[in-house]
């Protein structure tokens, strides 16, 4: 970064016998805009801005050279400064002044000194503002493991740090955290925070705590994406928003900013490039219904950086992927490419009504996080520095392709504190989620109704379950019952009804080779070995 060069408290700067046209002074500097041209002023201006806020920055350059400035100190948010906005902040650092007889007056920042400072980028030997590779509103963790709690930008790691109000109890955990600290961190997170939320299996939890602990230990990842969290369930009501919001509460001290999954590739472009100019932590695409079948999610989710244009402007963009992106939906179905990047959180809260469950510890959960965000924050920082003291021994009994350093790192906070089960265990691919038919409710009722009472809880196969089903569950025309009446099952894997899920299982066939299968499993009586 280029700085403003060193001055006396107040000096004058003229040519040959003209009047002064900068002024520079310990409380504000001012320029002449009186017989000087853009090219004399620029460097002078940049050099005022960059100087002047080298204490506590305001302007950045992202990474592709755009300018973003914080529009509200404390809150995190980043916005793209355009020619009206740069002359407002402008306004505060430098005074423009006209030469008017014998005095000046004051006047606005010229034209074409403010296009001048928005393509200063494409000058290197003028002054330059900051990069910005992403804002956070909690501590975090340097690449060499130092905890970050200072207010203000850090150039190490080109991060704003801003600290709310409501973080104002954070307790700054220990740089060796006792037996007890890290003990009292878990029960929070496990019997507080997450003890309501119907996790299907150990790894749905492990990935849902790695999901809120990625913002904290991002610097130590590098430049590397990190995969997608997929948070599913079978039905509607089941708490997958919910998951996104209150993590994104602890991590931003807000709710996540959801998006429609609209996945089709100009959309898609447009969203993403907007809300990664704001270096957001969490970006999330909420109740995607279709197939996920995005190839520009797919090289989104394996790619440092990523280029798109600025709304209503030409200009192309290269910009940092340091956002955490999430995806909800029912039942989802993902291709290869998408769910090779996708790290699950599955939900099953084996009702076909979730939305009507009480009794949870607190409720409503968002108010309670709000409240208890230090204790939070401070809880996730316990168990980074108890890694770290632990010698930073990296996860190694699984790993994840193109997500290497997240899986050792991650996994490693979560290994040391003993939160690791299933962690990186189970995928997308081996659920092979699909999508409920809309309307196939009151058929799915009556056709499981048939199965209990024909067939029982066993182990069947589709074949068996042919005399069970009715007409209604058949496409005109079809030609092969036994394999519509598959895919009709598939897509209601895990959804409970009437207080029976119905479950995947496996037998053997001609060959010894493994064929589908399913059995209903009544979920008030079936075990948790897990918890």
Same mark, same amino acid.
């Given at each position: 970064m280029t700085t403003a060069p060193e001055l006396p408290e107040t000096a004058a700067v003229s040519e040959g016998n003209k009047e002064p046209t900068m002024i520079f002074s310990v409380e504000k500097p001012w320029v002449s805009v009186t017989n000087t041209?853009? *090219?004399?002023?620029?460097?002078a201006v940049l050099s005022f801005v960059v100087r002047g806020q080298q204490h506590a920055p305001r302007i950045f350059t992202q990474r592709g050279g755009v300018l973003v400035r914080l529009r509200d100190q404390g809150h995190g948010e980043v916005e793209v400064l355009t020619e009206k906005s740069l002359k407002l902040e402008l306004d505060r650092a430098v005074e423009f002044r006209e030469a008017s007889g014998l005095t000046y007056r004051k006047v606005k920042p010229p034209a074409d000194v403010v296009s001048g400072i928005l393509t200063a980028d494409r000058f290197p030997e003028l002054p330059q503002f900051p990069e910005l590779r992403r804002v956070a509103q909690v501590p975090y963790f340097t690449s060499t493991g130092n905890l970050v709690m200072t207010f203000g930008y850090h150039e190490e790691s080109r991060t704003a740090l801003q600290l709310p109000d409501s973080l104002d109890g954070l307790t700054v955990p220990e740089v060796l955290p006792s037996f007890k600290a890290v003990a009292a961190a878990k029960r929070l997170l496990v019997e507080e925070l997450f003890v309501d $939320? @119907? $996790?299907? =299996? @150990? *790894? *749905?939890?492990?990935?849902?705590?790695? #999901?809120? &602990?990625? @913002? $904290?230990?991002r610097d130590m990842l590098? %430049? %590397?994406?990190? @995969?997608? =969290?997929? &948070?599913?369930a079978p039905t509607v009501g089941s708490g997958k928003t919910k998951i996104a919001h209150v993590v994104s509460l602890i991590v931003t001290g807000r709710t996540a900013p959801i998006m429609a999954a609209d996945l089709s590739r100009e959309e898609t472009e447009k969203r &993403? %490039?907007?809300?990664l100019l704001e270096a957001r932590p969490y970006g999330v695409f909420d109740n995607q219904i279709e197939k996920l079948d995005s190839p520009v999610l797919a090289a989104l989710l394996t790619s440092d950086t990523w280029s798109g244009r600025l709304l209503g402007q030409s200009k192309m963009l290269t910009l940092w992927n340091t956002t955490q992106w999430i995806v909800t939906g029912n039942n989802l179905e993902f291709t290869d490419e998408i769910a090779r990047r996708a790290l699950t959180i599955k939900l099953d809260p084996k009702t076909d009504k979730p939305n009507l469950r009480t009794g949870f510890k607190h409720d409503p959960l968002e108010t309670w996080v709000k409240a208890e965000r230090p204790a939070l924050v401070s809880a996730i920082l316990v168990l980074v520095q108890n890694w770290l003291a632990k010698g930073r021994k990296?996860? !190694? =009994?699984? !790993? #994840?392709? *193109?997500f290497e350093s997240y899986a050792r790192i991650v996994?490693?906070?979560? /290994?040391a504190a003993g939160l690791d089960e299933g962690f990186l265990t189970e995928t997308e691919t081996e659920h092979n989620f699909s999508i409920p038919a809309p309307d196939a409710d009151v058929d799915l009722v009556r056709f499981v109704k048939a199965w209990e009472l024909g067939l029982g809880w /066993? %182990?069947?196969t589709t074949s068996q379950l042919l005399d069970y089903a009715h007409d209604a569950l058949f496409p005109s025309g079809c030609k092969d019952k036994v394999?519509?009446?598959g895919r009709f099952i598939q897509k209601n894997e895990g959804r409970t009804i009437n207080g029976l899920r119905i479950q995947p299982e496996k037998v053997k066939g001609e060959g010894s080779r493994l064929r589908n299968a399913w059995r209903l499993v009544d979920v008030a009586t079936e075990a948790e070995a897990w918890e």
């Open positions: 041209t853009a *090219s004399e002023l620029l460097p $939320f @119907p $996790f299907a =299996a @150990p *790894s *749905s939890r492990a990935h849902a705590l790695a #999901l809120l &602990i990625t @913002p $904290f230990v590098g %430049t %590397t994406p990190v @995969p997608m =969290a997929a &948070i599913v &993403i %490039t907007a809300l990296e996860f !190694t =009994a699984r !790993t #994840l392709g *193109s996994g490693g906070v979560l /290994q /066993q %182990t069947v394999v519509a009446l």
